[in-house]
């Protein structure tokens, strides 16, 4: 990255170009979770930006830099940052890019406890989940439902969103995910008292270890929750604390 910006300076100099790096290194700093230099740098690519005039730039690398407000645990100006790119995209130019925003706007709501607020946003993006969403996408749809009928105390329809939602991410081999929403699933289980439930979720968390996109720490911390739930000294705290490593471990949602 290092080289890409010294031959970029010693050639055309070009502002776009530019802004286009600052917004790659800003990306690179959130994934080394590096976060006050990712903000700086998105701060700079930003400016350029609207030096030339660009909105619609604006706009996006407005949302990119909300989305790692949220893997900063800053859910708040991740919101208002997310609102505020919104207004200045151009949909018909990117939707997909709207609908990643949406999606994370209704996350970040109902992290912040505006359940309301999330829940009137994921209807209303019903429709670009249905037109531009990806297989993906409509499985991560699915995982934020369960998250908003749990916030809401329907435990029911919580569990069957988060037992489908971890069977197909298991067909998909996509052990990060799996791995979270199986820890989602054990909460719920808990809260209901089914221990015999959690032996067998952290007992099926094997096969999630030999994933190739789990870090050392990552599993570290799914052997801990197996361990505390083989011997039955589970607890709700561990079971969120284990939800808050892994995802302040991983760069998506």
């Known amino acids: ?61 407005m949302i990119k830099k909300a989305i790692h407000y949220g893997f900063a645990y800053q859910p708040e ?7 505020a790119g919104l207004r200045l995209v151009d949909a018909r130019r990117e939707p997909r ?49 369960a998250r908003l009928a749990r916030e ?32 989602e699933l054990a909460a719920i289980y808990f809260e209901q008292g089914r221990m015999a439930e959690i032996k067998t979720l952290a007992s099926e968390l094997v096969p999630v270890f030999r994933a190739n996109d789990l870090r050392r720490e990552a599993v570290a911390a799914l052997i801990l929750f197996q361990k505390a739930a083989q011997i039955e000294k589970i607890s709700l705290g561990l079971i969120q604390s284990t939800i808050s490593q892994l995802r302040g471990m991983r760069q998506d949602r």
């Open 1 to 61: 990255m290092d080289e890409a910006e010294a031959l970029l300076l010693d050639g055309t100099g070009d502002l776009m170009e530019l802004a286009r790096l600052r917004s790659l290194q800003a990306a690179l700093r959130g994934d080394q979770r590096r976060f006050d230099e990712c903000f700086e740098l998105f701060d700079r690519a930003l400016s350029i930006y609207r030096r030339c005039g660009e909105d619609h730039l604006v706009g996006r690398t």
């Open 77 to 83: 100006q991740a919101i208002e940052t997310l609102q």
């Open 97 to 145: 890019l709207v609908l990643a925003a949406n999606h994370n706007l209704v996350y970040n709501l109902n992290d912040c406890g505006r359940q309301q607020e999330a829940q009137e946003l994921l209807e209303a993006s019903r429709p670009l989940y249905r037109e531009f969403g990806e297989r993906i996408d409509l499985l991560r749809l699915r995982w934020l439902e």
């Open 152 to 183: 809401r105390g329907d435990l029911d329809e919580a569990e069957e969103n988060f037992r489908k939602t971890r069977e197909a991410l298991l067909q998909e081999g996509i052990g990060w995910d799996v791995a979270l929403v199986s820890l």
